[in-house]
């Protein structure tokens, strides 16, 4: 089988500056002097597939991607993409992948969109012709036909992102790396975007896509497989219907209620296979989800809550989705 | 074969971009102000500093002259200098914090290397017509001798190709250099290039420092690049005595030459390492400017 993406025991670790404030104290988990942001990374991804990299902020998404598309060396182990060993083969894992990321909204200001898009195409060797052609059809795609020769700094940040996603796909690589490709875009373009790239899998049989998300339902309904990361580990990876049967047999509560001072009582209920809690700071209520074995933890739970004499505003039990997944593995809510 | 084709729609295109970038920010009117009288009016500065400065306390008249001419022709091919140093410094600096393209066009299947020259060319262009402006109004404003035989020509061109191939070259190592720091860091850029305007007898014969400093003077190739222009371009000038007379024209050539060589190997190589240790930093996309 020829991996699209393949990594082996991959690590990466940032050294960070301490100020000198810091350098006084004791070392403590969060001034510490080395971040790391991939653990012992072991993923596969095959060619064809669109494959989901799920996790929290910081989580390490972003890290596994930078050293995927040759712009960071991992400090250990191994990683390959379309074959090529990403620190030895740069060039030719460089001809076949490219990578946008949603955050981005980088750019040649004065140039105009379809002059920035042509400009990376040339670096690709796409023939100009072809380029522009293929430039049009995706600015039309992605609704930016209109604007295509606006010089970018007259286009709003949403309309940037559009631009680095028609510049992504521009040079037909085999291998786009897509680094939450619909962050801070409103539904419609999210939609679109989605839409896009689930196609672009589909029609190309031998095209692989590895995005990463913080939305559950982006790799829900998007993803063949999904590997959830958090702390620079991978816990899982599967495809979502498989992850999601690991849960099937338990059941998911969803609980509404005035703030607790302590929810470490809930740990010791039998039958709890793990929860999270935040707090809403709209309504300050307490958000809870608990993923539970036995269905008789449910009046336990319910009598520490009464028993704090708290209100429930809110109760409900539910199919399990990715996110009981998660919170299963981490006992936390992803979002 | 392929390669060196790669390589050349790279340089097509970087320099395509460069074009952009400095003559189409603003309107073509602006941009012939910007090029041409910025480098006249520094050059105005200069003028007035020496007849301030210099002019009364000076010989006679002929010699006034003739040491005005020195220093203004110096002054002139300067410009290269300050250009050329900063010029990939500006690129990289301008790739990665401003525009934030650079993780984009590193990831590229391109020789970055190639790619960051070719951005600097432009800016090359630009200097060439700062300095034939300035020259022009040097001579037919302010009486700067300058003479240059038609024989001499291909000399003169010879001198100027390997001295802006070596002064390029420093730019490279200055700019692989930046790679590995943040964007305030220009400092570095600035004593370099003041460092040459001081000792490379830019303004003054180098005979007027004391031996140490004519050691250093001797040690940076830009002082016989300066010398070697000023023996075509404006002979006059050879009256100064500048300390390397006695090095004859043809020696001067294979100093400037050998020392071009060594500058060109030596930023590949600072350059390529600068490359492979901010990509093991993870520094490439690193942003300074909030
Ligand atoms: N250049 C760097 N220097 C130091 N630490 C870094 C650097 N880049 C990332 N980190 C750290 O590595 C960890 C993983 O970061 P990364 O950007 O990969 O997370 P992420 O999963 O992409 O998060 P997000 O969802 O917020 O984008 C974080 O703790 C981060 O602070
Ligand atoms: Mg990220």
């Known amino acids: ?335 | 074969m392929a390669m060196i084709k790669r390589h050349w729609k790279t340089l097509k295109t970087a320099a395509w971009l460069g074009w952009q970038m400095e003559s189409n920010w603003t309107q073509p009117f602006l941009f012939a102000v910007y090029s041409i009288l910025k480098p006249i009016a520094a050059t105005m500065i200069l003028v007035l500093m020496y007849w301030v400065v210099i002019n009364p306390g000076y010989g006679g008249q002929a010699e006034n002259a003739i040491m005005f001419s020195f220093l203004y022709v110096g002054n002139a091919f300067y410009i290269f200098v300050g250009q050329m140093l900063f010029g990939i410094f500006r690129v990289i600096q301008g790739d990665r914090e401003w525009y934030q393209t650079i993780r984009n066009v590193y990831i590229a299947p391109i020789s970055y290397y190639v790619y960051v020259v070719a951005r600097a060319l432009t800016q090359l262009v630009i200097a060439s017509i700062a300095v034939v402006i300035t020259l022009l109004f040097g001579v037919f404003v302010l009486g700067v001798q300058i003479s240059l035989a038609v024989t001499d020509i291909p000399l003169f061109l010879t001198i100027l190709v390997i001295g802006l191939v070596g002064v390029s070259a420093m730019g490279v190592i200055l700019g692989g250099i930046s790679f590995l720091t943040a964007k305030h860091m220009h400092g570095m850029n600035e004593s370099v290039a003041g460092i040459f305007y001081l000792f490379c007898g830019v303004l003054f014969p180098i005979s007027m420092f004391p031996v140490w400093g004519q050691f250093i003077s001797r040690a940076i190739p830009l002082t016989y690049w300066f010398e070697a222009l000023r023996r075509v371009l404006a002979p006059e000038t050879l009256q100064i005595p500048t300390s390397l007379t006695q090095i004859d024209t043809g020696l001067l050539m294979l100093i400037l030459l050998s020392s071009t060589i060594v500058l060109v190997l030596v930023s590949y190589f600072v350059f390529k390492g600068a490359d492979y240790l901010a990509r093991r930093k993870g520094v490439i996309d690193m942003i300074t400017s909030y």
């Open chain 1, 1 to 335: 089988m020829n991996y699209a993406v393949e990594t082996k025991n991959l690590c990466r670790v940032f050294k960070r500056k301490r100020s000198r404030k810091e350098r006084k104290q004791e070392p403590t988990k969060e001034n510490q002097k080395e971040v790391v942001a991939l653990d012992d990374v072991n993923i596969q991804v095959k060619e064809g597939e669109l494959f989901g990299l799920l996790g929290p902020n910081g989580a390490g998404k972003t890290t596994l991607i930078k050293i995927l598309s040759t712009l960071l060396l991992p400090t250990k182990g191994e990683a390959w993409v379309a074959g090529h060993n990403v620190a030895e083969d740069t060039f030719n894992i460089r001809m076949k992948i490219n990578s946008v990321s949603g955050g981005e909204s980088s750019g040649y200001g004065l140039l105009t969109a379809r002059e920035n898009v042509w400009m990376f195409s040339q670096f690709y060797d796409v023939p100009s012709k072809v380029a522009k052609q293929r430039a049009d059809d995706l600015f039309k795609t992605f609704g930016l036909y209109e604007k295509r020769n606006q010089k970018m700094r007259t286009l709003s940040t949403g309309e940037r992102q559009k631009m680095g996603m028609v510049r992504g796909f521009i040079t037909d690589p085999d291998i786009i790396f897509l680094d939450e490709p619909t962050l801070g875009l409103d539904v419609n373009a999210s939609r679109v975007i989605r839409r896009f790239v689930a196609d672009w899998v589909r029609e190309h049989e031998k095209k692989t896509v590895l995005l990463t998300t913080h939305y559950m339902m982006e790799a829900e309904e998007l993803c063949d497989r999904v590997a959830i990361i958090d702390k620079g580990k991978v816990l899982v990876c599967d495809t979502p219907e498989n992850l999601k049967k690991t849960v099937r047999r338990s059941s998911t509560l969803r609980l509404e209620i005035d703030p607790l001072k302590d929810y470490s009582k809930f740990r010791d209920i039998p039958g709890i296979r793990n929860f999270s809690k935040k707090v809403n700071p709209e309504t300050n209520r307490s958000e809870l989800v608990f993923v539970i074995d036995d269905e008789a933890a449910v009046s336990d739970i319910l009598s520490v809550v009464t028993g704090e004499g708290k209100r429930i505003h809110e109760l409900r039990k539910t199919e399990p989705t990715l996110e009981d997944v998660f919170v299963s593995l981490v006992g936390r809510a992803l979002e």
